[in-house]
Antibody, heavy 123, light 107 residues
Framework: EVQMVESGGGLVNPGGSLRLSCPAS????????MSWVRQAPGKGLEWVGR??????????DYGEAVRGRFTISRDDSKNTLYLQMNSLKSEDTAVYYC??????????????WGHGALVTVSS | DIQMTQSPSSLSASVGDGVTITCRAS??????LNWYQQKPGTAPKLLIF???SFQSGVPSRFSGSGSGTDFTLTISSLQPEDFATYYC?????????FGQGTKLEIK
């Protein structure tokens, strides 16, 4: 059974930092591309960023809203995905989901989703 | 960035009805189009990838079609558990943008 449980969410002041963790099990984590998707309260889904597997180069890509402030990393020895969030703004308030990406016929999709972690940026 | 536009934003229908949701990309994305279903308080769930391929376990009343810039998600005979919000997403190029969502409500 696949399990991905985000942790590290909470209340943080504007300008502050927070790190989310997402330990994963039930699939081959080290060979899987991973991503973060967020959802502001009452709003739609927003793609945060993606990290490739180490064998694919381990590179990252980010959405414009977080580029330069957020960093995605992974520790394959711990089967864990991370999201380091710096210079947080009120508009970063959202539920953050970690996802596992799969590919079929060259099509990439979010096949597994965590339960989400709420991050609230407020003074 | 590729913009994804869904229509309608909301839709009311009855159990047994058929409905269609459309998604348009701001540039061609071939068949790199996925559909997700989200129920309140839960994470999204993959329904369809590659515009028309079913994720395992998805009922056959769901179908997807399209390529290039225009795509549709059709539910042939609504069941009570289908009332949810649906999102399209392009994975042709990063950032993998989502549509704004279509909320399907019971009439």
């Amino acid at each position: 059974e696949v399990q991905m449980v985000e942790s590290g969410g909470g209340l943080v002041n504007p300008g502050g930092s927070l790190r989310l963790s997402c330990p994963a099990s039930g699939f081959g984590f080290s060979g899987t591309w991973m991503s973060w998707v967020r959802q502001a309260p009452g709003k739609g889904l927003e793609w945060v960023g993606r990290i490739k597997s180490r064998t694919a180069g381990g590179t990252t890509d980010y959405g414009e809203a977080v580029r330069g402030r957020f960093t995605i990393s992974r520790d394959d020895s711990k089967n864990t995905l991370y999201l380091q969030m710096n210079s947080l703004k009120s508009e970063d308030t959202a539920v953050y989901y970690c996802t596992a990406l799969a590919s079929s016929g060259g099509i990439i999709f979010d096949i597994f989703w965590g339960h989400g972690a709420l991050v609230t940026v407020s003074s | 960035d590729i913009q994804m536009t869904q229509s309608p934003s909301s839709l009311s229908a009855s159990v047994g009805d058929g409905v269609t949701i459309t998604c348009r990309a701001s540039q061609t994305i071939s068949s790199h189009l996925n559909w997700y279903q989200q129920k309140p308080g839960t994470a999204p769930k993959l329904l369809i990838f590659g515009a028309s391929s079913f994720q395992s376990g998805v009922p056959s009343r769901f179908s997807g079609s399209g390529s290039g810039t225009d795509f549709t998600l059709t539910i042939s005979s609504l069941q009570p558990e289908d009332f949810a919000t649906y999102y399209c997403q392009q994975s042709y190029s990063t950032p993998y943008t989502f549509g704004q969502g279509t909320k399907l409500e019971i009439k």
